[in-house]
């Protein structure tokens, strides 16, 4: 995921850049998620001691969930974060006080990257409910390296108003009042996390690695008594070769290294159990990539004696570290420690015997897909946070790449009988759409999602049976079909394993084929146009010179007459009829021969041409974020060479003769087509942009004579790259988000 940049700043003053008299009304809309389950790092989770099953639960880049019951669902918390906020969806630490059964807090920022904005901590005395914020003074890097370290973020077990956050940039930072305000605790001492040359070189691009930052702060509660904050307090910094672990032994007055700590490798997570001894994993990488060498040691305080309990020392041949270290907090001797990197495979391990002896737990587990069912397909992959539920030994979770495991059977362990694990991430959904295609017959919806193969969603509340193959993509990055024959549907994105690189259904979604042949074997990217009849599809690989196949990719011509790298959009009627547009360069193009030639015209906009202003870095500029759908051109339904433009800027609507710009639009992030309203030969327009100087998610059914708001402040979700409605159900629309998943809405009754 990348990161954001300096157009969000200009937001606001793209709102009142073209307001109009009449604001849109707003028509109440039922949000729900299309289920994927996961799809995204969750890379944190906390339980709430005082309440059985209670737990909050982090993810890279798309907001904080809480779980109410021990195996529920879980509800997500920061939807209400608006565009201009999308900065805050991710979350680098949380914590909760175990004295206050209502308060939860997030520390959320997403880049360190200098065009983002800086962080902010969440405070919630509602489960999260509601929130309150505190900004800080410098950035944090939730989807950065180093992500599933921590927890950055504690609350003084002792002392509620007490609270620490371990910044990667800017030192340790101490709260007096609950999270209302932080001052840097300038008694942590500088060369504890200062980077060296031996911490590796910072990024190019001037953000966070992960490396030389501070990863954890841990309490000791029984160095304290209520009311008196804790006297002991451990703080881990991801260093190498120097000290790596620091305490406090005056509440956080002075600080000193731990003697005889290892240096070898960086501490990624602390445990500290109910007899006072301390666990810490190490590996050689802040993650969550691949990993050269990790460890696990005890630390015993009262003797302040050091022990190598490694579970299973990686080697030259199986490389890797160790993700975590968890305790069950009903018994001080049963451990579960976390592989990272593994080549063959991470790996859960078992201790009953304070890491004395570890047994492995996946030789023998069970594991059961049903709740999610692409991820059979996908191995087991950081593993950065384990914990057991204080209120259930038998109750254990970890996290992954596309959520997480749990079992409710972990004690069968010291039986020597297989434990049973299930997917644990109902509810959560993270995942980035890169493209919607709503068929004008048969299933609701079909996705292009990045890092995934793309799913085809028969019943919008139920995960897909798996993912479409073949081919298996490792990334999807568009899909669409063909108006009037519906059955065929084309994807391309990035394949695994060798396959092709181009996947293509002839039933709707129901079963996959590959072409032949493909124009550009190695591109992962572009955009692909189908006709209206299924017979002719336009392949623009991204960067590259656009290819036409007649022949399900037999065989592929190059396309005359049009630019590298330009996007291809069908005619919605006339099967021989494709659309294309230079937007930068004032060009209209279109082609009457099935897409083998196209001739141009000047795109001629009232306003005059549009002007390229200086890109930003990586995915984003001063027009958006270019995985969205702004800076697009499409074509009506059921009209023939009826075409919309919908610019960052504005939009434009082209009825055969000329590109007229409609008012009240001033920016535009995603848009386009539903069912006409019962009794209108309009079809239902969909944007996501400002409109009338307002942001959000708007529908006209009226041809723009007027628009509606259908979210309201509580569903924003950060960023939005796709919108489309459904052509066979009036007013539902379907949203894809940036770290959100997929939403879909309904109009209430």
Same mark, same amino acid.
């Given at each position: 995921?990348?990161?954001?940049?300096?157009?969000?700043?200009?937001?606001?003053?793209?709102?009142?850049?073209?307001?109009?008299?009449?604001?849109?009304?707003?028509?109440?809309?039922?949000?729900?998620?299309?289920?994927?389950?996961?799809?995204?790092?969750?890379?944190?989770?906390?339980?709430?001691?005082?309440?059985?099953?209670?737990?909050?639960?982090?993810?890279?880049?798309?907001?904080?969930?809480?779980?109410?019951?021990?195996?529920?669902?879980?509800?997500?918390?920061?939807?209400?974060?608006?565009?201009?906020?999308?900065?805050?969806?991710?979350?680098?630490?949380?914590?909760?006080?175990?004295?206050?059964?209502?308060?939860?807090?997030?520390?959320?920022?997403?880049?360190?990257?200098?065009?983002?904005?800086?962080?902010?901590?969440?405070?919630?005395?509602?489960?999260?409910?509601?929130?309150?914020?505190?900004?800080?003074?410098?950035?944090?890097?939730?989807?950065?390296?180093?992500?599933?370290?921590?927890?950055?973020?504690?609350?003084?077990?002792?002392? &509620? !108003?007490?609270?620490?956050?371990? =910044? +990667?940039? /800017? $030192?340790?930072?101490? %709260?007096?009042? @609950?999270?209302?305000?932080? #001052?840097?605790?300038?008694?942590?001492?500088?060369?504890?996390?200062?980077?060296?040359?031996?911490?590796?070189?910072?990024?190019?691009?001037?953000?966070?690695?992960?490396?030389?930052?501070?990863?954890?702060?841990?309490?000791?509660?029984?160095?304290?008594?209520?009311?008196?904050?804790?006297?002991?307090?451990?703080?881990?910094?991801?260093?190498? &070769? !120097?000290?790596?672990?620091?305490? =406090? +032994?005056? /509440? $956080?007055?002075?600080? %000193?290294?731990? @003697?005889?700590?290892?240096? #070898?490798?960086?501490?990624?997570?602390?445990?500290?159990?109910?007899?006072?001894?301390?666990?810490?994993?190490?590996?050689?990488?802040?993650?969550?990539h691949r990993m050269k060498d990790g460890a696990v040691w005890r630390y015993d305080?009262?003797?302040?004696?050091?022990?190598?309990?490694?579970?299973?020392?990686?080697?030259?041949?199986?490389?890797?570290?160790?993700?975590?270290?968890?305790?069950?907090?009903?018994?001080?001797?049963?451990?579960?420690?976390?592989? @990272?990197?593994?080549?063959?495979?991470?790996?859960?391990?078992?201790?009953?015997?304070?890491?004395?002896?570890?047994?492995?737990?996946?030789?023998?587990?069970?594991?059961?897909?049903?709740?999610?069912?692409?991820?059979?397909?996908?191995?087991?992959?950081?593993?950065?946070?384990?914990?057991?539920?204080?209120?259930?030994?038998?109750?254990?979770?970890?996290?992954?790449?596309?959520?997480?495991?749990?079992?409710?059977?972990?004690?069968?362990?010291?039986?020597?009988?297989?434990?049973?694990?299930?997917?644990?991430?109902?509810?959560?959904?993270?995942?980035?759409?890169?493209?919607?295609?709503?068929?004008?017959?048969?299933?609701?919806?079909?996705?292009?999602?990045?890092?995934?193969?793309?799913?085809?969603?028969?019943?919008?509340?139920?995960?897909?049976?798996?993912?479409?193959?073949?081919?298996?993509?490792?990334?999807?990055?568009?899909?669409?079909?063909?108006?009037?024959?519906?059955?065929?549907?084309?994807?391309?994105?990035?394949?695994?394993?060798?396959?092709?690189?181009?996947?293509?259904?002839?039933?709707?979604?129901?079963?996959?084929?590959?072409?032949?042949?493909?124009?550009?074997?190695?591109?992962?990217?572009?955009f692909i146009a189908v006709s209206a009849d299924g017979k002719a599809w336009v392949?623009?690989?991204?960067?590259?010179?656009?290819?036409?196949?007649?022949?399900?990719?037999?065989?592929?011509?190059?396309?005359?007459?049009?630019?590298?790298?330009?996007?291809?959009?069908?005619?919605?009627?006339?099967?021989?009829?494709?659309?294309?547009?230079?937007?930068?360069?004032?060009?209209?193009?279109?082609?009457?021969?099935?897409?083998?030639?196209?001739?141009?015209?000047?795109?001629?906009?009232?306003?005059?041409?549009?002007?390229?202003?200086?890109?930003?870095?990586?995915?984003?500029?001063?027009?958006?974020?270019?995985?969205?759908?702004?800076?697009?051109?499409?074509?009506?339904?059921?009209?023939?060479?009826?075409?919309?433009?919908?610019?960052?800027?504005?939009?434009?609507?082209?009825?055969?003769?000329?590109?007229?710009?409609?008012?009240?639009?001033?920016?535009?992030?995603?848009?386009g087509f539903g069912r006409a309203a019962p009794g209108s030969s309009e079809p239902?327009?969909?944007?996501?942009?400002?409109?009338?100087?307002?942001?959000?998610?708007?529908?006209?059914?009226?041809?723009?004579?007027?628009?509606?708001?259908?979210?309201?402040?509580?569903?924003?979700?950060?960023?939005?790259?796709?919108?489309?409605?459904?052509?066979?159900?009036?007013?539902?629309?379907?949203?894809?988000?940036?770290?959100?998943?997929?939403?879909?809405?309904?109009?209430?009754?």
């Amino acid at each position: 995921m990348n990161p954001i940049k300096p157009w969000l700043v200009a937001l606001a003053l793209a709102a009142a850049s073209m307001a109009v008299a009449a604001p849109p009304a707003d028509v109440p809309y039922a949000w729900k998620p299309v289920a994927i389950v996961g799809g995204g790092f969750v890379d944190g989770i906390v339980f709430q001691p005082a309440v059985p099953g209670l737990a909050y639960a982090r993810t890279d880049m798309g907001g904080a969930y809480r779980r109410d019951t021990a195996t529920g669902p879980w509800q997500p918390l920061l939807d209400w974060l608006p565009l201009k906020d999308v900065n805050l969806m991710g979350v680098e630490s949380l914590a909760i006080d175990p004295n206050d059964a209502d308060a939860l807090y997030l520390a959320c920022g997403t880049y360190t990257n200098p065009a983002v904005p800086n962080g902010a901590v969440l405070r919630s005395h509602d489960r999260g409910h509601t929130f309150q914020r505190t900004d800080l003074p410098f950035k944090l890097g939730g989807n950065e390296g180093g992500r599933g370290n921590g927890e950055r973020l504690a609350v003084d077990p002792n002392d &509620g !108003r007490v609270i620490y956050l371990a =910044s +990667r940039l /800017a $030192g340790l930072w101490r %709260s007096g009042d @609950a999270a209302k305000s932080f #001052q840097r605790v300038d008694a942590f001492p500088d060369s504890a996390w200062r980077r060296e040359a031996s911490d590796g070189a910072p990024p190019s691009w001037g953000g966070s690695d992960g490396k030389a930052s501070i990863n954890f702060v841990l309490f000791d509660p029984a160095s304290g008594t209520r009311g008196q904050a804790s006297r002991t307090i451990y703080a881990g910094v991801s260093v190498v &070769g !120097r000290p790596s672990l620091w305490i =406090s +032994r005056d /509440a $956080g007055v002075s600080w %000193s290294a731990v @003697a005889g700590a290892p240096t #070898q490798h960086r501490p990624m997570r602390a445990a500290l159990a109910g007899d006072g001894r301390l666990y810490v994993a190490y590996a050689s990488e802040p993650g969550p990539h691949r990993m050269k060498d990790g460890a696990v040691w005890r630390y015993d305080a009262a003797k302040q004696a050091w022990t190598d309990i490694t579970p299973e020392r990686p080697g030259a041949t199986d490389p890797f570290g160790y993700a975590t270290v968890a305790v069950d907090p009903t018994n001080p001797q049963r451990l579960l420690a976390s592989t @990272a990197g593994r080549g063959a495979g991470d790996e859960l391990f078992r201790s009953s015997d304070g890491g004395a002896t570890w047994k492995p737990l996946f030789k023998a587990a069970k594991f059961d897909a049903a709740a999610a069912p692409y991820v059979a397909d996908t191995h087991l992959h950081w593993l950065y946070d384990v914990k057991i539920n204080p209120a259930n030994p038998d109750h254990a979770l970890f996290t992954t790449g596309y959520g997480g495991w749990e079992t409710l059977d972990l004690t069968r362990a010291e039986k020597g009988e297989p434990t049973h694990w299930q997917v644990m991430a109902g509810g959560i959904e993270e995942t980035v759409a890169l493209a919607l295609h709503s068929p004008t017959k048969g299933v609701p919806l079909v996705t292009a999602i990045g890092d995934y193969s793309g799913f085809v969603h028969s019943d919008l509340d139920k995960p897909a049976p798996g993912n479409p193959k073949p081919p298996f993509f490792g990334n999807t990055h568009d899909v669409t079909g063909a108006e009037l024959a519906p059955e065929v549907v084309v994807r391309i994105g990035k394949p695994r394993d060798g396959a092709k690189n181009l996947g293509y259904s002839l039933d709707g979604g129901a079963t996959w084929l590959e072409p032949v042949t493909v124009p550009d074997a190695k591109a992962s990217d572009g955009f692909i146009a189908v006709s209206a009849d299924g017979k002719a599809w336009v392949w623009t690989p991204k960067g590259g010179m656009p290819h036409v196949s007649h022949d399900r990719g037999d065989t592929w011509t190059p396309v005359q007459g049009l630019p590298a790298g330009t996007r291809v959009v069908a005619d919605r009627v006339n099967s021989r009829r494709f659309h294309a547009m230079a937007l930068f360069d004032d060009k209209l193009y279109a082609s009457e021969d099935g897409g083998k030639t196209f001739g141009s015209r000047p795109l001629d906009l009232p306003d005059g041409p549009v002007v390229r202003a200086a890109a930003g870095s990586n995915n984003h500029s001063n027009r958006g974020d270019d995985r969205g759908g702004q800076d697009r051109l499409y074509a009506t339904p059921g009209r023939e060479g009826d075409l919309w433009l919908a610019a960052f800027h504005g939009l434009y609507h082209r009825d055969g003769k000329a590109f007229k710009r409609l008012p009240g639009v001033s920016e535009i992030h995603a848009f386009g087509f539903g069912r006409a309203a019962p009794g209108s030969s309009e079809p239902a327009l969909y944007l996501v942009g400002i409109v009338a100087g307002r942001y959000g998610v708007f529908r006209s059914i009226d041809g723009t004579a007027s628009w509606q708001r259908i979210n309201d402040d509580a569903h924003q979700w950060g960023l939005i790259l796709q919108i489309s409605g459904d052509p066979k159900v009036f007013g539902r629309v379907y949203v894809g988000t940036h770290g959100r998943g997929v939403q879909y809405g309904d109009p209430k009754p």
